[in-house]
């Protein structure tokens, strides 16, 4: 009888034990994934996303030709060629994810940029009302050696707004850009870099593109072409409060410091869950030993 008990036991306490480890980290709270992507099938773009076809726009000085954009060896690559084009003097790679169009998204992706002068690498918001210019939103990371640096943009329709972001962008990292009535945010590695208050509200489309000119200059002969900047991952989710409270605080909750939304929040009442589990485990535990151990028969029944 015992031994039956304490086999329950382990077993109820071993659950309660590893049910935090279940819980979803991947879906921050107030946001519905949608899209996920790992770039594992060779040669395969995402459902609803397409190499894009045409000149680049202003001064830029870069084509894009759907022979620019491949998927191999786990990852998305965005190619960058010195080679003329349409009078253009580079030949470039852009995707656009006009399949996962929406208005307010959060977009999260793990990417490598090319190294080296005059290369920018983007992820692009882009209204799918091409006319409607202002409500554009991008990040454009630029590994200039010895001056890298990230810049945003956020367009709500009256204005843009930009902000620099000084750091570290030639290795891989993990970058989240959350568009929510609440305002605009930017992530790298976890860490909030940036939060505007503007907010478009046009349905916009998701892409990613490498370019030159402009901004980033032109490559000279000390960067080394062809170049690539590499996607390992996107995962996509739609706007999902779950509460009006947690819709007016924002898209996410955060832990401190202003990291991006997670479990963080559930595992404390999880734990604590567990704790209250174990506890009543013990108590049962003590009640069976006490009702099941041998008893001393009273002095009067003594031989």
């Known amino acids: ?47 609803g996303c397409s190499a894009y076809n045409g000149a680049e726009e202003g001064a830029q000085a870069g084509y894009f030709l759907p022979e620019a954009v491949t998927v ?19 030949v470039t790679g852009e995707v656009r994810c006009l399949g996962a169009a929406q208005q307010f998204g959060r977009y999260e992706f793990k990417a490598r940029v090319p190294v080296g002068a005059g290369i920018g690498s983007m992820a692009l918001l882009r209204p799918v009302d091409g006319q409607a210019t202002r409500h554009g939103s991008q990040l454009e990371i630029m590994a200039r050696p010895g001056a890298e640096q990230a810049e945003v943009s956020n367009g709500d329709g009256t204005e843009v707004n930009t902000k620099v972001l000084d750091g570290s962008y030639s290795d891989w990292h993990t970058y989240v850009i ?5 305002g605009f945010r930017v992530y790298v590695d976890a860490k909030e870099r940036w939060v505007d208050p503007a907010a478009s509200t046009e349905p916009r489309w998701f892409g990613f593109a490498v370019t030159t000119g402009d901004k980033a200059g032109t490559p000279g002969s000390s960067t080394a072409l062809p170049a690539e900047f590499q996607i390992d991952y996107l995962r996509i ?38 704790v209250a589990a174990v506890a ?24």
């Open 237 to 274: 989710w739609a706007f999902a409060p779950v509460s009006s409270t947690s819709s007016a605080a924002g898209p996410s909750t955060r832990a401190e410091g202003g990291s991006p939304a997670g479990p963080v929040g559930r595992h404390w009442s999880l734990w604590l869950a567990v």
């Open 72 to 90: 191999s060896g786990g990852h998305l690559r965005l190619a960058l060629h010195r080679r003329a084009y349409a009078g253009k003097q580079f």
């Open 178 to 182: 959350e568009w929510a009535p609440s």
């Open 280 to 303: 009543s485990a013990l108590a049962l535990f003590a009640f069976v030993i006490h009702k099941t151990r041998p008893r001393r028969p009273p002095s009067s029944h003594r031989a």
């Open 1 to 47: 009888m015992l031994r039956r008990v304490t086999a329950v036991l382990v077993v109820v306490a071993s659950t309660a034990l590893t049910f935090p480890g279940r819980v979803n980290a991947a879906d921050p709270v107030g946001w519905k994934p949608v899209f996920s992507m790992s770039f594992d099938d060779q040669g395969t773009l995402p459902t």
